[in-house]
Antibody
């Protein structure tokens, strides 16, 4: 059973960079079977896919966020991270890290989510 | 981007009702379609993958069908714990997208 836990600041100032980390347990982040993903959800709204990466070198991002998003991985800590630059109030949301099963394309495991608020 | 459109946006139903939620893709996605259930304050939960395969541990009253551009999630007999918001998601394009959600409320 894969478990994921998001961590990072809950408050970020407008124009600055949002940084979150996801700690994975129950699976190796080097696993060939998963993409490691980020999804967000503004309060009262739907789910927005941010992006995913595969430790084999594949990275895909939402085109609407691509210019501001980067992902990275720390295999020694079994963690992966999200950076979103130049944030605005529109980036205020619950951010989820998740695993996408590589061959089915389904998001099988989710973190509990962390609320990030962008303040002016 | 592939756009996913769900209908209806919300519905009211009673315990025991048969409920159907539709999801339409803006282009063909063969069977690369997943369904999730989300309850307030919780992370989404996978129900159905590749259009019609039931995720382990999910009750058999949930079923999925469709291919190409039109897909359906059916709950055969609505239970109290099924009141939630349901999302479809395409996994055909490398840029994944979700539908806007369908909220199932108690009548």
């Amino acid at each position: 059973q894969v478990q994921l836990q998001e961590s990072g600041p809950g408050l970020v100032k407008a124009s600055q960079t949002l940084s979150l980390t996801c700690t994975v347990s129950g699976a190796s982040i080097r696993s060939a079977g998963y993409y490691w993903s980020w999804v967000r959800q503004p309060a009262g709204k739907g789910l927005e896919w941010i992006g995913r990466f595969y430790t084999g070198g594949i990275t895909n991002y939402n085109p609407s966020l691509k210019s501001r998003v980067t992902t990275s991985v720390d295999t020694s800590k079994n963690q992966f991270s999200l950076r979103l630059t130049s944030v605005t109030a529109a980036d205020t949301a619950v951010y989820y890290c998740a695993t996408e099963e590589k061959f089915r394309g389904s998001i099988d495991y989710w973190g509990q989510g962390t609320l990030v608020t962008v303040s002016s | 981007d592939i756009q996913m459109t769900q209908s209806p946006s919300s519905l009211s139903a009673s315990v025991g009702d048969r409920v159907t939620i539709s999801c339409r893709a803006s282009q063909t996605i063969p069977n690369y379609l997943n369904w999730y259930q989300q309850k307030p304050g919780k992370a989404p939960k996978l129900l159905i993958y590749t259009a019609s395969s039931l995720q382990g541990g999910v009750p058999s009253r949930f079923s999925g069908s469709g291919s190409g551009t039109d897909f359906t999630l059916t709950i055969s007999s609505l239970q109290p714990e099924d009141f939630a918001t349901y999302y479809c998601q395409q996994s055909y394009s490398d840029s994944r997208t979700f539908g806007q959600g369908t909220k199932v409320e108690i009548k």
